[in-house]
């Protein structure tokens, strides 16, 4: 088993206007860039600064290509339902373009349902509307004629529709993801069920993992990420830490079917949560015991839920790549980067119509 190559994810959350938010999260991107964070991934969230504050993630992932040198731009995730599929092929291949061919294209069915309907999409069609922009995606992609024309897009895409990553919080949907041979995320905000609020996220997780391995199809490498929020601080700013984390986190987890937060301990929060939230040594030992882990191939560690200023932000980044990583063994560095660049490479004599009709490894679940 490979060691999980280190990466970043942000939701652009801080309490400050929109363009400070984004000076934040390119900043953000360029340090771990310079500690050798393989990944940098941000989230789309449209309609307001609450859940999260990035409409355009293309937009400021071509400002991030200018700014760095290795490390991988993430989409986590485009809600594709909601998007046209054709212009999400066209915008990615052009940021693949300007960074040098270092894309990871995250995409997924769901989203916030309320953003729906001012894009004339119905939510409870959001399934129906995924397959079909995903075939769309696909094509556009690979070079086809999009929807039955001879029309394809420029620049051409080269192989980064080997380069798809699909989000789910179920076994299914891991399976839909292992069949195509595209990558596996996974959000540190899996749903447990009502009254199982002291399961470990990895119970959850592990399965989805385990249905997505068994249909791979033959030579297609698994690419797993592991969404987590982590803050590194100092010893001195541990109490500052935790008295940022609180209120974010009993918000979070008031989000919890059956979960008392109003009346939960702090450290009551961190579990429920799955917060990793201390000093070096405290937030090792916590991750050491996520069995998830060292079943990815690649983790991402936001801040969020935390209100954790810039600064603090930056140290943790620091903190993760230089004393966390080491003892947890997360790769990092010019190595991580390329793996991941590379990841993809075992599928590119397929197609992704060859993927799907292909014999998988084992069993369907």
Same mark, same amino acid.
């Given at each position: 088993?490979?060691?999980?190559?280190?990466?970043? =994810?942000?939701?652009?959350?801080?309490?400050?206007?929109?363009?400070?938010? /984004?000076?934040?999260?390119?900043?953000?991107? *360029?340090?771990?860039?310079?500690?050798?964070?393989?990944?940098?991934?941000?989230?789309?969230?449209?309609?307001?600064?609450?859940?999260?504050?990035?409409?355009?993630?293309?937009?400021?992932?071509?400002?991030? *290509?200018?700014?760095?040198?290795?490390?991988?731009?993430?989409?986590?995730?485009?809600?594709?339902?909601? +998007?046209?599929?054709?212009?999400?092929?066209?915008?990615?291949?052009?940021?693949?373009?300007?960074?040098?061919?270092?894309?990871?294209?995250?995409?997924?069915?769901?989203?916030?349902?309320?953003? =729906?309907?001012?894009?004339?999409?119905?939510?409870?069609?959001?399934?129906?509307?995924?397959? +079909?922009?995903?075939?769309?995606?696909? +094509?556009?992609?690979?070079?086809?004629?999009?929807?039955?024309?001879?029309?394809? %897009? /420029?620049?051409?895409?080269?192989?980064?529709?080997?380069? %798809?990553?699909?989000?789910? =919080?179920?076994?299914?949907?891991?399976?839909?993801?292992?069949?195509?041979?595209?990558? @596996?995320?996974?959000?540190?905000?899996?749903?447990?069920?009502?009254?199982?609020?002291?399961?470990?996220?990895?119970?959850?997780?592990?399965?989805?993992?385990?249905?997505?391995?068994?249909?791979?199809?033959?030579?297609?490498?698994?690419?797993?990420?592991?969404?987590?929020?982590?803050?590194?601080?100092?010893?001195?700013?541990?109490?500052?830490?935790?008295?940022?984390?609180?209120?974010?986190?009993?918000?979070?987890?008031?989000?919890?079917?059956?979960?008392?937060? *109003?009346? $939960?301990? @702090? *450290?009551?929060?961190?579990?429920?949560?799955?917060?990793?939230?201390?000093?070096?040594?405290?937030?090792?030992?916590?991750?050491? $015991?996520?069995?998830?882990?060292?079943?990815?191939?690649?983790?991402?560690?936001?801040?969020?839920?935390?209100?954790?200023?810039?600064?603090?932000?930056?140290?943790?980044?620091?903190?993760?790549?230089?004393?966390?990583?080491?003892?947890?063994?997360?790769?990092?560095?010019?190595?991580?980067?390329?793996?991941?660049?590379?990841?993809?490479?075992?599928?590119?004599?397929?197609?992704?119509?060859?993927?799907?009709?292909?014999?998988?490894?084992?069993?369907?679940?």
């Amino acid at each position: 088993m490979t060691r999980p190559r280190l990466g970043l =994810f942000t939701r652009l959350l801080e309490e400050a206007p929109a363009a400070d938010r /984004y000076r934040f999260a390119l900043e953000q991107i *360029a340090r771990a860039d310079e500690l050798g964070f393989a990944s940098a991934w941000v989230a789309q969230h449209h309609f307001g600064e609450h859940e999260g504050g990035l409409p355009s993630p293309f937009v400021l992932l071509a400002a991030a *290509a200018q700014r760095t040198r290795r490390i991988a731009l993430g989409t986590a995730v485009v809600t594709l339902p909601i +998007d046209d599929p054709l212009r999400v092929a066209e915008d990615a291949a052009v940021l693949d373009a300007l960074s040098g061919e270092r894309v990871q294209l995250g995409i997924a069915a769901g989203g916030t349902p309320g953003s =729906f309907p001012a894009f004339g999409r119905d939510p409870s069609a959001r399934r129906e509307l995924f397959a +079909d922009h995903l075939e769309v995606l696909r +094509d556009a992609l690979a070079g086809r004629g999009v929807r039955g024309t001879d029309s394809r %897009i /420029y620049p051409a895409a080269g192989d980064l529709g080997q380069r %798809i990553w699909q989000a789910t =919080f179920s076994v299914d949907g891991g399976r839909r993801a292992g069949e195509t041979g595209d990558g @596996l995320l996974l959000s540190r905000t899996q749903p447990r069920p009502e009254g199982e609020h002291d399961r470990p996220l990895h119970e959850l997780q592990l399965p989805i993992i385990e249905a997505y391995r068994a249909v791979l199809p033959d030579g297609a490498a698994p690419r797993i990420l592991a969404s987590r929020t982590a803050l590194v601080v100092d010893p001195a700013d541990r109490p500052r830490a935790l008295e940022l984390a609180e209120p974010g986190l009993r918000q979070l987890a008031a989000l919890q079917p059956g979960f008392d937060a *109003a009346g $939960a301990t @702090l *450290a009551q929060l961190i579990a429920v949560t799955d917060t990793h939230v201390g000093t070096v040594e405290e937030v090792a030992e916590s991750l050491a $015991a996520d069995a998830t882990l060292p079943q990815a191939t690649d983790v991402s560690f936001q801040v969020h839920s935390i209100a954790a200023p810039h600064e603090m932000t930056l140290r943790s980044l620091e903190l993760l790549a230089t004393e966390v990583a080491p003892r947890v063994g997360f790769a990092t560095g010019v190595e991580a980067a390329e793996a991941l660049r590379t990841a993809h490479r075992d599928l590119s004599s397929a197609s992704p119509t060859d993927l799907a009709t292909s014999t998988p490894k084992g069993p369907a679940a």
